[in-house]
Nanobody
Framework: QVQLVESGGGLVQAGGSLRLSCAAS????????MGWFRQAPGKEREWLAA????????YYADSVKGRFTISRDNAKNTVYLQMNSLKPEDTAVYYC?????????????????WGQGTQVTVSS
C-alpha cells in the first residue's frame, strides 16, 4: 500500500505560480511512475503530467506543456508540479497518483493509488 498526500494548493491570480507537492509513504518501486491529474467541477479527471521514478523521464499533456513542470526528489519520496502562467481554466482539484512504468500515463484507470487532492483556484 502507498499513501499519497498532496499539498501546495491555494488561491492565485491569473499569471501567477504555484508549486504542488505529493509526498508518498509506504512501498515505492523503480518500476513505477507518478502522475498529476486535475478535476474541475462538472468535468472528467484530466491527465496533466507524469514522471518515472528511476530515470526521471517526463511526459506532459498538451494543455499544460510549457507552463507546468513535473519533477521528483527520490530521497524524499516526493513529486512536484510547478505551475506557471496560471489561467482561470486551471482551477480544479489536483491529484497525484502512482502508475506502473509501462502504462498509458494518460489513462487514469492505469493508476493504482491516489492522493486526496489539493484545491487550486485561479482568479481573473
Amino acid at each position: 500500500q502507498v499513501q499519497l498526500v498532496e499539498s501546495g494548493g491555494g488561491l492565485v491570480q491569473a499569471g501567477g505560480s504555484l508549486r504542488l507537492s505529493c509526498a508518498a509513504s509506504g512501498r515505492t518501486f523503480s518500476t513505477y511512475a507518478m502522475g498529476w491529474f486535475r478535476q474541475a467541477p462538472g468535468k472528467e479527471r484530466e491527465w496533466l503530467a507524469a514522471i518515472r521514478w528511476s530515470g526521471g523521464n517526463t511526459y506532459y499533456a498538451d494543455s499544460v506543456k510549457g507552463r507546468f513542470t513535473i519533477s521528483r526528489d527520490n530521497a524524499k519520496n516526493t513529486v512536484y508540479l510547478q505551475m506557471n502562467s496560471l489561467k482561470p481554466e486551471d482551477t480544479a482539484v489536483y491529484y497525484c497518483a502512482v502508475v506502473p512504468v509501462y502504462s498509458d500515463y494518460g489513462d487514469p484507470y492505469e493508476y493504482h493509488y491516489w492522493g486526496q487532492g489539493t484545491q487550486v483556484t485561479v482568479s481573473s
